[in-house]
């Protein structure tokens, strides 16, 4: 049975604070429900990453349940304003949180040297990486620079939007990781994402990274097996790319 660690997913559990984004309030998506989604599928989940999403805000207060469900080989990866002192940092990473997220396309916006101070701040202290929700086509060179600086990040939903394939080589061979996620809600075709996943892989083997992304909230349509087989067609059945880039890869980040 293929293995996949889930490197990109949402629990929404209404027993803690949620906030509306742009008036949209998420339905409940529990951890049990997460995990009773994943049975139905002919996969074998050895782990993943609770997101934090822009109706999450900056509270942490779900993240203890929603690991404790979910068991050792979950993480998650939460949003921090600039002011959270090391000791809270600390706490959340003995909690099991392994990275900060910035929201610039759900309309987060965060100072470009708030984010730089804070990632920076977080890698030297407990080691997590940074990770960025944006739409590549409206990111400026400013940002991008930052990303490319920054000591370990990685970037959602390849990109979010149709950009030139050099631009995501750019990412990838300063070691970038891509979520390859999201396939309900990025701009691409599905056409174009096969067309593109093996030639990222050839440029880096080590950078992308499978998230099924549920509940898929605001997107065209939830996740299925459709994604895996046509991850598994673009890579022309290769085990290994396979492998890499659905579980190996996202646990040796992570894990």
């Given at each position: 049975?293929?293995?996949?660690?889930?490197?990109?997913?949402?629990?929404?559990?209404?027993?803690?604070?949620?906030?509306?984004?742009?008036?949209?309030?998420?339905?409940?998506?529990?951890?049990?429900?997460?995990?009773?989604?994943?049975?139905?599928?002919?996969?074998?989940?050895?782990?993943?990453?609770?997101?934090s999403g822009s109706f999450q805000g900056y509270d942490q207060s779900y993240f203890g349940a929603a690991l404790s469900a979910l068991g050792t080989d979950?993480?998650?990866?939460?949003?921090?304003?600039?002011?959270?002192?090391?000791?809270?940092?600390?706490?959340?990473?003995?909690?099991?949180?392994?990275?900060?997220?910035?929201?610039?396309?759900?309309?987060?916006?965060?100072p470009l040297t708030d984010i730089e101070l804070l990632a920076k701040r977080v890698y030297n202290l407990v080691g997590w990486g940074t990770e960025f929700?944006?739409?590549?086509?409206?990111?400026?060179?400013?940002?991008?620079?930052?990303?490319?600086?920054?000591?370990?990040?990685?970037?959602?939903?390849?990109?979010?939007?149709?950009?030139?394939?050099?631009?995501?080589?750019?990412?990838?061979?300063?070691?970038?990781?891509?979520?390859?996620?999201?396939?309900?809600?990025?701009?691409?075709?599905?056409?174009?994402?096969?067309?593109?996943?093996?030639?990222?892989?050839?440029?880096?083997?080590?950078?992308?990274?499978?998230?099924?992304?549920?509940?898929?909230?605001?997107?065209?349509?939830?996740?299925?097996?459709?994604?895996?087989?046509?991850?598994?067609?673009?890579?022309?059945?290769?085990?290994?790319?396979?492998?890499?880039?659905?579980?190996?890869?996202?646990?040796?980040?992570?894990?």
């Amino acid at each position: 049975m293929q293995k996949i660690f889930d490197a990109h997913f949402h629990v929404i559990d209404p027993k803690f604070p949620l906030t509306e984004n742009n008036g949209f309030l998420p339905d409940p998506y529990t951890a049990e429900q997460y995990r009773k989604e994943c049975q139905d599928f002919p996969l074998e989940f050895v782990g993943g990453t609770v997101v934090s999403g822009s109706f999450q805000g900056y509270d942490q207060s779900y993240f203890g349940a929603a690991l404790s469900a979910l068991g050792t080989d979950y993480v998650g990866v939460t949003q921090l304003p600039v002011s959270t002192t090391d000791e809270e940092i600390l706490k959340l990473n003995k909690l099991g949180i392994r990275g900060i997220r910035f929201n610039l396309y759900r309309g987060l916006d965060t100072p470009l040297t708030d984010i730089e101070l804070l990632a920076k701040r977080v890698y030297n202290l407990v080691g997590w990486g940074t990770e960025f929700y944006i739409n590549l086509n409206t990111a400026d060179d400013e940002l991008r620079q930052l990303i490319l600086k920054l000591p370990k990040t990685s970037i959602d939903h390849l990109g979010m939007t149709v950009v030139p394939i050099d631009d995501l080589y750019r990412f990838i061979t300063h070691d970038v990781r891509i979520r390859v996620s999201g396939f309900g809600r990025i701009a691409y075709e599905r056409d174009q994402v096969k067309t593109m996943l093996p030639l990222l892989y050839q440029k880096n083997p080590h950078s992308l990274m499978f998230g099924t992304d549920l509940p898929a909230t605001r997107a065209k349509y939830r996740f299925s097996m459709d994604d895996i087989y046509l991850i598994r067609e673009a890579l022309s059945n290769d085990s290994e790319a396979i492998d890499d880039i659905l579980y190996r890869n996202a646990q040796n980040w992570y894990l």
